[in-house]
């Protein structure tokens, strides 16, 4: 088995002070070259599915890299970037604020279009889901959340996008107890859905032991190169 870290981004910044979920861009461009000089490889989850269905094992230094809410900010500040270093990352998009903003946060961000999502190179970015309603899948029913796949869905045909089959829960969060840890696993299943991410905090092993609880580290505006390398070896450490 492969250790397998998935770093979880969200805002990018020309602010130099950004912290918690809004990354520098200066900052982040040290992260990805770091990847690149060391060696790293970046892989989208679409690849993941093929190593398994092979029975291949990933390259020792590999490592996933993924962005949350589709902000226009990552179009502008992070993509370019990946383009430089030639990294690959799964961007997830909450539908019903395409070409709108987070009014689930802080009601300012500006989301990407579909003109802008659809503009990004597919060898690079990969498309995911982050649901269509933003909300909280331990707050919500069964049939709530069907029916926000439902709209997900809907949204994708409609607008002729390619959205692969991957979730990553808004918040991070998933019913914990069954029995409704036992439905919501098996509409993920009835969905299709090859892969659901939690945050976690902990590097992984792939193949992965349970495909609906992924775990991702959450990557801080305020985490220093330092930090960020004993992120990428270790996880989240107490002294973070």
Request: overall charge positive; aromatic content about 14%.
């Amino acid at each position: 088995m492969t250790r397998l870290p998935i770093l979880m981004y969200h805002n990018v910044s020309n602010d130099k002070n950004s912290n918690g979920l809004t990354i520098w861009a200066n900052n982040l461009e040290d992260q990805f070259k770091y990847l690149k000089d060391n060696g790293f490889e970046s892989f989208h989850f679409s690849e993941l599915e093929n190593f398994t269905k092979n029975k291949k094992s990933l390259p020792k230094k590999s490592v996933v890299i993924t962005f949350d809410d589709v902000y226009v900010n990552q179009l502008e500040l992070a993509y370019p970037l990946l383009k430089k270093y030639n990294l690959k990352a799964t961007f997830f998009i909450p539908f019903e604020y395409v070409d709108a903003v987070d009014s689930w946060n802080t009601n300012e961000e500006k989301i990407m279009s579909v003109a802008q999502l659809k503009s990004m190179d597919a060898d690079i970015i990969e498309l995911g889901l982050h649901s269509f309603h933003h909300n909280n899948y331990n707050d919500i029913s069964i049939s709530e959340i069907e029916k926000d796949f439902e709209a997900c869905y809907e949204f994708i045909e409609q607008h002729n996008l390619k959205v692969e089959n991957i979730l990553a829960y808004p918040y991070g969060k998933y019913p914990r107890k069954n029995p409704k840890q036992r439905e919501f696993f098996n509409q993920l299943k009835q969905q299709h859905i090859t892969y659901g991410l939690r945050i976690g905090n902990r590097v992984n092993r792939f193949p992965f032991k349970d495909n609906y609880q992924v775990q991702r580290i959450d990557i801080k505006g305020e985490d220093s190169l330092k930090t960020f390398k004993l992120k990428l070896k270790f996880g989240k450490l107490r002294l973070f």
